[in-house]
């Protein structure tokens, strides 16, 4: 009798190289993981370097529509990939195990899950691009900091808090934190398959996700620091066991922040508090046009964006 994996023979009894499966499960997961922190590492790398001093509080110009989308892309990577891990790995698990019995598992197909991820999530980064610069264009001053910005962001940060405890926040975190139950209500073979479950765990995702993100641009879409605390409230939520103090805690932090931006927002750490009246904090973005004006067209600090001179 030999010692068989998924009906594959790995040695014959008695075989002093015989290799227990387990040590070869974790690896091929821990190689998996290690890819994701790795692809996350450098995406944060490539969202710094693309992001350093642009960051001007709440309502930071996003910049012209190129230059956001990609940014954007990649801040998804490295706000989501540590926090997809399991489902990745579950996905990949279960390819693996088709392709040990002889099923189809086409070669590809974990990446374009990812890519459909990445995809449903460029959708939503189009949405606030659109809510931020057409409000902005439409709001006559309205939402500047020193008149309704300020309670805006509170505004925000409550509803995100409040949005924790809804049935529907409850649902898509359930489908989020289970990934068996999802892959297999929602498989489908080949890639373009595989496209299709990473486009809908995208859905899923934002729906789990969407208020936290609106928080993001309430705090500063364009700071990396927000960026790190965001990431690190989503993967609490999807990766720790404890499901209600997670939801607690998460909420608790919201509405501390909304709290700390109503009364004292320059004492909110991180915080950066928009210095002129649209709230833009324009000459902290690349070091250019202080103290232009930015309706002028000149000297606005987004040459790094736009690639004008």
Known sequence: MGLTSGGRRLAPAGDARVVSPAPMLLAWRLGIIGVLVVLAAVAWWMTDLRMGGMDAGPGTDPGALGFYVTTWVVMMAAMMFPSIAPMVLMYVGLQRGRRERGLSAPVGATASFVSGYLVIWAAVGLVGYAVLTLGRDLDGGFFAWDRAGRWASVAVLLVAAAYE?????????????????????????????????????????????????????????????????????????????????????????LVGLAIGVAAAPAHVPGLTVPSDHHGMGMDRMGGHGMGKDRMSGQGTGMDRMTGKP
Do not use: N, Q, Y
């Open 165 to 253: 405890f809804t049935p529907l926040k409850a649902a898509c975190l359930t489908r989020c934190r289970g990934p068996l139950g999802f892959l297999v209500s929602e498989w489908r073979d080949g890639r373009a398959g595989a496209l299709r479950m990473g486009l809908v765990h995208g859905g899923w995702c934002i729906g789990c996700c969407w208020a936290l993100m609106a928080a993001l641009f309430a705090l500063g879409a364009m700071s990396l620091a927000w960026m790190i605390v965001i990431a690190i409230l989503i993967a609490v939520e999807k990766l720790l066991p404890w499901r209600g103090a997670a939801t607690m805690g998460v909420a608790a932090i």
